[in-house]
């Protein structure tokens, strides 16, 4: 699955057990501009460092994968739970890229130099 959406908030690594590491990216995505909404995947292992180079503001493309699973409490009663596992992120534009294409200035033609060392 893929979305578009914009940089709210990179967290830190988290060493969650000797064996597991994960960070989280909190993307705002606005599909309704009246009721933004704050979605947050989660980075595992290796892919931590996908979010290295992410800033707040930067708009992106975050790949994922859903996931889901139950769990059962110490009384028996059983809830399950989501989650929004990134593998690829693509930065579309960054939060302080300049929209506006760079290009020469203009030059004038008709002012002439005063020497003009052209061979034609």
Known sequence: MEIKGKVHEVAPTVQVTD???KRELIVEYIENPQYPEYLKFEAIQDRCN???NLRVGDD???FFNLRGRPW???SGKKSYFNSLQLWK???LAG???NTVPEYA???DLSSTPEEDDLPF
């Open 19 to 21: 064996s597991l590491k």
């Open 50 to 52: 996908l979010l290295d």
């Open 60 to 62: 992106i493309e975050v």
């Open 72 to 74: 059962t409490d110490k």
């Open 89 to 91: 992120v693509n930065v």
């Open 95 to 97: 939060a302080n890229n």
């Open 105 to 107: 200035p203009p030059v």
